[in-house]
């Protein structure tokens, strides 16, 4: 049997919000949305280019590399066990971002 409580809970909220808001209700509610989008939007492109480059190291069998990322680009922090294994993290971060975005390799290379 199907439960409908949930849609016609949200129907009727919906056309109570509806009829008992005043335009300048509805202008306050779409300029606070707007200002939320736009405070938003630094933190998702910082998400966007962590992402990006963790999944592309994680492609590439890169392990033991933390990506922090900021909207001008990313660092990148932890430790491997070669300077070639650091170079290629950091190739593959700016292979990742184009030459747009800065990568800061502060990854450690172990002494074993």
Same mark, same amino acid.
């Given at each position: 049997?199907? *439960?409908?409580? %949930?849609?016609?809970?949200? +129907?009727?909220?919906?056309? %109570? &919000? +509806?009829?008992?808001?005043?335009?300048? $209700?509805? *202008?306050?509610?779409?300029? *606070?949305?707007?200002?939320?989008?736009?405070?938003?939007?630094?933190?998702?492109?910082? +998400?966007?280019?962590?992402?990006?480059?963790?999944? !592309? %190291? &994680?492609?590439?069998?890169?392990?033991?590399?933390? =990506? *922090?990322?900021?909207?001008?680009? =990313? /660092? +990148?922090?932890? $430790?491997?066990? /070669? !300077?070639?294994?650091?170079?290629? !993290?950091?190739?593959?971060?700016? @292979?990742? %971002?184009?030459? @747009?975005? $800065?990568?800061?390799?502060?990854?450690?290379? /172990?002494?074993?």
């Amino acid at each position: 049997m199907k *439960d409908y409580r %949930l849609p016609t809970l949200a +129907l009727m909220l919906t056309g %109570l &919000a +509806l009829s008992g808001c005043s335009q300048q $209700t509805l *202008d306050s509610a779409k300029q *606070d949305t707007q200002r939320n989008i736009t405070a938003a939007k630094p933190q998702l492109a910082k +998400l966007e280019l962590g992402s990006r480059v963790t999944a !592309a %190291l &994680a492609s590439a069998n890169v392990h033991g590399v933390r =990506v *922090d990322a900021d909207t001008n680009g =990313v /660092s +990148l922090h932890g $430790t491997v066990n /070669s !300077a070639a294994q650091k170079a290629r !993290a950091g190739r593959i971060a700016r @292979d990742t %971002l184009g030459p @747009d975005k $800065t990568v800061k390799n502060e990854i450690a290379v /172990s002494s074993q």
